[in-house]
Structures are given as C-alpha cells and as structure tokens.
C-alpha cells in the first residue's frame, strides 16, 4: 500500500513523541496590571486616611511648621463639639485623655484645629486643657490664603498634617 499517507505525528505506525521545553520566562504584565490597580487604590485612599473632622480652618499667611514624629490633633468643629483625632470627647474626658498620653509621651506635639465659625472663647478653653495637660510644644492650624493649610500639604478645605520642618543651622 503505497498510496497510503500516515496521519500527522505518525511516522509509518509509529507514535512519536515531542518533549517540551519549559518557557523560564516570567510573565510580568499580570504582575504591573496588579501594581497599578494597587497604586490607584492607595492613592485614592490616602487623602481619606488622614484626621477625618471637617473643620473650616481660618486664613493665615504664616510658614509652614513640622517637625519629625506624627502629631496629636484637637479638633473644634462648627457645632463646638471636640474631637481629639477622630473621636469625640467632652472636655472632662479629653483632660484625662490627654495626660494619659503625657504620661506615656512627655515630647509629643499637639496640633488645635479649630472651626473658623466658632466662638474665640471656647478656642482658649480647648487650649487651656491642652496646656493643663502638661503638653508645651502646641500648635495651631489654619489655612494659608493661597488655599493650602498652613504647617500643612493638604489641599484646602481637607484635613490638615504638619510639614516638616527644615534642618536647624550647624553650630560652630
């Protein structure tokens, strides 16, 4: 039978076999599509995870403050209602909240956020309690008038974070 032609992979009856090698390349495109999908989300969320009291800081033309470590913030909202980060305390409670903290960290830096709608009275108040907590390195925080929050990288009308601070002259 010669008319007879053999079916591919066959030789004469024959079954022959085909070794494969194994691709050692990495495949990175599910890799980066994973990365930037990743990197939006934390960009996204970035801003949101920042003190999350809204408060309509007042104007100041005053330089950025900042220094090293992550600060304590006190915040008055418009309602007069006193947060210290994001919970809410009455002034009693953030007293006692706040020398617990002094007691674990005597340096910390306290950083007051104060609703421009608010009476200048209950400002003092809040400062005052800082103060009588045996906090001394104490900040306020407005916004700049080119609409960035001063001590701050915010945009305006977000919350505020301290800036840091430029490296003191060498001494001789």
Excluded: C, H, W
């Amino acid at each position: 039978m010669a008319g007879i032609i053999p079916a591919p992979g066959m030789s004469g009856g024959r079954f022959r076999r085909r070794r494969f090698a194994p691709i050692a390349d990495i495949n990175v495109t599910p890799l980066v599509d994973v990365m930037l999908v990743l990197l939006i989300i934390f960009m996204i969320t970035a801003p949101l995870l920042q003190v999350g009291v809204p408060v309509d800081l007042p104007k100041t033309s005053a330089q950025q403050v900042g220094g090293k470590d992550e600060p304590l913030v006190v915040s008055v909202n418009a309602k007069d209602e006193v947060f210290l980060g994001e919970t809410k305390y009455e002034l009693a409670e953030l007293a006692a909240k706040l020398k617990a903290v002094y007691g674990e960290k005597p340096d910390q830096r306290v950083f007051i956020r104060g609703d421009k709608a608010i009476n200048y009275g209950r400002m003092m108040e809040v400062m005052g309690v800082v103060i009588d907590s045996g906090f001394r390195q104490l900040g306020l925080l407005g916004e700049q008038a080119t609409g960035a929050p001063a001590g701050t990288s915010a945009p305006a009308g977000k919350p505020a974070t301290p800036a840091p601070a430029p490296a003191p002259a060498p001494r001789r």
